[in-house]
């Protein structure tokens, strides 16, 4: 594994970031052989759960999605026995490949909208963002009927599709979308400003503008060029596996699954190029014009040598159970299994490895980690004591 850090300030790649003391991103080390892995939710059972997630409408319900197109929802009690659905739209939904039901987000204030968000693909040739609404008289289920579609993206072909939802702070709904699929970008899609394949988008929906069913924000970075798209955030991504926030300073996390070579972790700026497909990783992809003026290296990057060969995105641990987690990107990878901390100095710790496949990380209420696996089972990491 090759480690960087996360600001070079000396390296021309990595221009207009801002330059930070790595002294303040370093953590404590974690003490070896600490933390564990257990079964969360050791009754239920899920199909290919690719998402997890937890509304703040103090009801403590999980809510897990599955890749075939429904959501369960159920109490977040370990000894829980039943899961119902939320929401079913598996006749809705195309799975081949890489297709599914790939992410959900409530609203910020679903405990007064009822608003959920979902990326599904109708189609193999398409993916859209919709937005449904629970139920008048159930709060465990969501009407069917409520659809609203507020943005579709083509689909070249049936992988690379990224899904992953999420609020920000501002209040805006930020979209990872990866660059289409096909070997190497063969469409240069992630360099692309004029499609939205290969960025993460941010749009505001509780606004509308003209022919629209969401607005744009008035500072989203390329708002009145005609040559981009305004939705996009940041770009250059091949496929941005799951992002997340971090709670405590809003940063931006991504996993972003390599090519042939490597995986990398990118702290998403606003208007960054992080380079798919000039570069995989820090190197360039393939040999071609490597011209990485204006782009943005990862924070971390490793190879796969080991087995490790798909990477997906995790969180920066906030919750009170692992206390020396507090502060680390907890990440793992689909095919090893196994499962690392990262702070933003770039130091990079394995935690353990697990033989699962990770297809998603997850937090409840209270900030705690869970990890959607596709043995059908979700994961808590935990303390060794």
């Known amino acids: 594994m090759k480690r960087i850090g996360f600001i070079l300030c000396s390296i021309s790649l990595l221009l207009y970031v801002s330059c930070s003391d790595e002294s303040d991103l370093a953590l404590t080390p974690i003490p070896q052989n600490s ?6 939710f050791s009754n239920l059972i899920f199909s ?7 509304p703040e409408d103090g009801t403590n319900r999980i809510f897990v999605a599955e890749k075939g197109g429904v959501i369960k929802t159920f109490e977040n009690r370990e000894l829980v026995e039943d899961a119902s659905t939320f929401l079913d739209i598996s006749s809705r939904t195309a799975t081949t490949s890489e297709l599914g039901l790939l992410g959900i987000a409530f609203h910020p204030k679903y405990s007064t909208n009822g608003f959920l968000y979902v990326t599904y693909t109708p189609s193999e040739d398409l993916a859209v963002i919709s937005r449904f609404k629970v ?12 659809e609203t579609i507020l943005l579709q993206i083509p689909q070249p072909f049936t992988n690379h599709n990224g899904g992953q939802l999420a609020f920000g702070s501002d209040g805006y709904l930020y979209i990872a979308s990866g660059d289409g699929g096909g070997s190497g970008d063969p469409n240069g899609n992630a360099q692309n400003l004029d499609n939205l394949l ?3 988008l941010r749009i505001d929906v509780n606004m509308e503008d003209p022919g629209l069913n969401y607005a744009i924000p008035t500072d989203n970075p390329f708002v009145g060029d005609e040559n981009a798209r305004s939705e996009i955030y940041a770009y250059g991504l091949r496929n941005p596996w799951r992002f997340s926030f971090d709670v405590q300073t809003n940063t931006i996390w991504t996993g972003d699954v390599g090519q042939d070579e490597l ?16 570069l995989e990783g820090t190197s360039c992809y393939q040999n071609t014009d490597c011209n990485t003026t204006r782009t943005i290296g990862p924070v971390f990057e490793y190879g796969h040598s080991t087995n490790d060969k798909s990477i997906t995105g995790g969180y920066v641990y906030r919750g009170t159970k692992i206390p020396e987690l507090n502060g680390y990107y907890i990440y793992g990878d689909f095919v090893s299994g196994r499962i690392w901390a990262l702070d933003q100095s770039g130091n990079n710790q394995l935690l353990l490895g697990t033989g699962l496949g990770i297809s998603s990380f997850g937090t409840d209420a209270s900030n705690e980690l869970y990890i959607c696996s596709f043995d059908g089972k979700i994961y808590q990491l935990m303390a060794d004591n």
Do not use: F, M
Not at 35 to 40: F, P, S, V
Not at 48 to 54: A, E, F, G, K, N
Not at 136 to 145: H, K, L, P
Not at 263 to 278: F, L, R, S, V
């Open 35 to 40: 933390i564990t892995i257990t079964n969360a």
């Open 48 to 54: 290919s759960p690719l998402d997890l997630q937890s």
């Open 135 to 146: 139920s008048e008289t159930d709060i465990n289920t969501i009407d069917e009927s409520s």
């Open 198 to 200: 290969g960025k993460i």
């Open 263 to 278: 995986e990398e972790i990118n702290i998403i700026e606003k208007g960054g190029n992080y380079g798919w497909n000039i």
